[in-house]
T-cell receptor, first 115, second 116 residues
Framework: DQQVKQNSPSLSVQEGRISILNCDYT??????FLWYKKYPAEGPTFLIS?????DKNEDGRFTVFLNKSAKHLSLHIVPSQPGDSAVYFC??????????????FGTGTKLQVIP | ETGVTQTPRHLVMGMTNKKSLKCEQH?????MYWYKQSAKKPLELMFV???????ENNSVPSRFSPECPNSSHLFLHLHTLQPEDSALYLC???????????????FGAGSRLTVL
């Protein structure tokens, strides 16, 4: 059972326009949601997170929106730049257990920003 | 060296071989993880070590054997693997804080494993 879903495997956007990456989840007990970015031949790197008690978090060009009633979150990148081309993973963190917070990942969305 | 370092970056092995993947973190974190990334699948959590103690074994077959000798080093010993075990194996670390706040993982670049 996949608790975090990214239904779009790929997305192409023109440079300067907005990129919107979507993520759906099924477990209402998730406390935090995170986005990671992955370039080829590198590991995923943390991008931005949002607490389940918030509906928006912004960091520069990146904004994450959370709609708890719809169990949906999205990452907006404005303006999109060619260097943003990467695979973006949505992740969700549950409660602490055994001394750590378990993080569940989606399958990723490959973003291509066209110059 | 900084961050999380994984070696080797690429590994090709036969089904009867024994090999090991190594992970080292220079961040002072106290939790380390092994994840498996297969094509078109989510990152799958395999093992978690917290303060050198294994706290999670996510129903991983015994042909994968983790070892955490200290909080900076993590190994994944591989024995009699199957071709379907071919994947990218990612090591990560995090700092266990209070029971609040997002658990932000720092990943290594991964070890690309091919089982023939």
């Amino acid at each position: 059972d996949q608790q975090v879903k990214q239904n779009s495997p790929s997305l192409s956007v023109q440079e300067g326009r907005i990129s919107i990456l979507n993520c759906d989840y099924t477990n209402s007990m998730f406390d935090y949601f995170l986005w990671y970015k992955k370039y080829p031949a590198e590991g995923p790197t943390f991008l931005i997170s949002i607490s389940s008690i918030k509906d928006k978090n912004e960091d520069g060009r990146f904004t994450v929106f959370l709609n708890k009633s719809a169990k949906h979150l999205s990452l907006h990148i404005v303006p999109s730049q060619p260097g943003d081309s990467a695979v973006y993973f949505c992740a969700a963190g549950g409660s602490f257990s055994g001394g750590y917070q378990k993080v569940t990942f989606g399958t990723g969305t490959k973003l291509q920003v066209i110059p | 060296e900084t961050g999380v370092t994984q070696t080797p970056r690429h590994l090709v092995m036969g089904m009867t071989n024994k090999k090991s993947l190594k992970c080292e973190q220079h961040l002072g974190h106290n939790a380390m993880y092994w994840y498996k990334q297969s094509a078109k699948k989510p990152l799958e959590l395999m093992f978690v070590y917290n303060f050198k103690e294994q706290t999670e074994n996510n129903s991983v077959p015994s042909r994968f054997s983790p070892e955490c000798p200290n909080s900076s080093h993590l190994f994944l010993h591989l024995h009699t693997l199957q071709p379907e075990d071919s994947a990218l194996y990612l090591c990560a670390s995090s700092q266990r804080g209070s029971a609040s706040g997002a658990n932000v993982l720092t990943f290594g670049a991964g070890s690309r494993l091919t089982v023939l």
